[in-house]
């Protein structure tokens, strides 16, 4: 069974990019745990505004719950079914937030430096959800199975952990070449987390990035 599940969790990750299939939920926004900006959200730029909601409705987009049972038609039916479709809604919020990051090439360096933490977050809620999957019992109690089975997880995982560093790192970059104390909070913040991403999912950290890159270029490398 664990081949196949392995299988499965490949195919899932793998159509991340197609389109989100029809019925999705209503999403429940939550804010996202980032610092304060310096002016409120709502005089922020349209633009910025218009890309933090869009990451807020991707973060929305919650794993779903464990499979209620431990037989490997349930977990195929739910390998299949229900965690399949959020990698499907999941990705496809994130490409939406993604194509807002356009609009922010000529904004000032604090708002740039805002979109580049909101998707060093979004991207590491997307790593924390696929690798907290639950482990069906049968591969927990097999010391080689779950190792087989966590390697094929991380294997996963790891671009969507890389993408969260990098987007970290260039929000620092772009609050040091800022240089102004009134948001250093954020710089801190950027700094730490992306620390802990790349301490986490064991990564090596991301080369140094130019701040005059536009925000795509600063989150995704390209």
Not at 14 to 40: F, H, K, M, N
Not at 99 to 106: D, E, F, I, M, V
Not at 126 to 150: C, F, H, N
Not at 206 to 211: K, T
Request: net charge negative; aromatic share 10%.
């Amino acid at each position: 069974m664990w081949r196949w599940l392995l299988f499965v969790l490949a195919v899932a990750v793998g159509c991340a990019g197609r389109q989100t299939p029809d019925g999705s939920e209503e999403l429940v926004v939550s804010p996202i745990p980032v610092p304060q900006p310096v002016y409120p959200r709502e005089e922020l730029s349209n633009d910025l505004q218009e890309l933090w909601k869009r990451v807020e409705e991707a973060v929305a987009v919650r794993p779903p719950e464990p499979p209620d049972g431990a037989t490997e038609e349930v977990i195929h039916d739910w390998a299949e079914g229900a965690f399949r479709d959020w990698i499907l809604r999941r990705q496809a919020a994130t490409d939406r937030a993604l194509s807002a990051t356009k609009a922010l090439r000529t904004h000032p360096l604090f708002e740039r430096g805002i979109g580049t933490a909101l998707f060093g977050y979004m991207y590491e809620d997307m790593a924390g959800s696929i690798r907290g999957a639950p482990v069906p019992e049968d591969i927990a109690a097999d010391k080689e199975l779950l190792e087989i089975y966590t390697s094929a997880l991380t294997e996963h995982l790891t671009p969507f952990a890389e993408l969260s560093a990098r987007a970290y790192y260039a929000c620092v970059a772009l609050f040091v070449k800022l240089d102004d104390p009134q948001w250093g909070e954020w710089a801190y913040y950027c700094d730490a987390r992306g620390g802990e991403v790349v301490e986490t999912f064991r990564l090596e950290p991301p080369e140094p990035v130019e701040p005059e890159a536009t925000l795509t270029q600063l989150v995704t490398g390209r």
